[in-house]
């Protein structure tokens, strides 16, 4: 899966002239957390959080009225308080290398470039979706977790077990984890009772670490 299959467009943006209140206001209006900061020429050169922005605002213990809150303000514009060293990535990034940048860099989200054109964002959201995609969890099922030992064919012989019940395989995934010797499959099943599907795994599996009804 690409970053480009998942990202978010159209894409909003804010400018470098922006004043800060009024790229926060439009920040909460748009119900996003960050935005590219993109020049009157259309190219990238900045990004501005929330967190950027409300950090330029005043706290509660100032002494200044509102008048003058605003005014100030009104002087610090988006330029001043964004980060001019961005983190990109392009429509062929792979998913999970756009998720491992986030994680490092700790950020909530990359513009998405093609050439010196920003065309997306991708988001933690947008991550978020995707696992909840692969791990079936807006359908309802049998979610089982087994601890299987890690050796070739064993992933085979365990969904064969479920298709020859008549089990209906909604979403499998798989977890190396540290030991070399055991792995965990994690799986949302349905189409087949609970006793059968027991039944079924139990000679392909060293244990059972969850099993349990999902009904949506």
């Known amino acids: 899966m690409l970053v480009g299959e998942r990202m978010t467009r159209p894409v909003l943006f ?23 900061v993109l020049n009157k020429k259309g ?11 409300l950090n330029a605002s005043p706290s509660d213990a100032t ?31 792979p998913l999970e290398e756009a998720a491992r940048l986030m994680a490092d860099n700790r950020i909530g989200g990359v513009p998405v470039l093609r050439g010196e054109e920003v065309v997306g964002m991708i988001t933690q959201t947008d991550i978020f979706r995707v696992f909840l995609e692969m ?22 012989r365990l ?7 008549g089990g209906n395989i909604i979403a499998l995934t798989t977890y190396a984890g540290q030991d070399i010797v055991d792995g965990e499959i994690t799986m949302k099943v349905d189409q087949v009772d609970e006793a059968t599907l027991r039944k079924a795994l139990e ?5 059972i670490r969850d099993f349990r009804e999902v009904k949506i």
């Open 43 to 53: 190219k990238l050169v900045g990004i501005v959080s929330e967190d950027d922005l």
């Open 14 to 36: 804010v400018a470098p002239e922006t004043p800060v209140q009024d790229a926060l206001a439009q920040m909460r209006k748009e119900r996003v957390s960050r935005y590219p």
């Open 63 to 93: 002494s200044l009225s509102v008048w003058e809150i605003n005014y100030l303000l009104s002087k610090i514009t988006v330029e001043r308080v964004m980060s001019k060293e961005v983190v990109t990535v392009t429509e062929d990034t």
């Open 159 to 165: 969904t064969k077990a479920i298709d020859d019940i």
């Open 135 to 156: 791990l079936g969890g807006r359908q309802s099922g049998w979610r089982v977790i087994v601890y299987v030992k890690n050796e070739k064919g064993i992933l085979h």
């Open 203 to 207: 000679p392909f599996v060293n244990e």
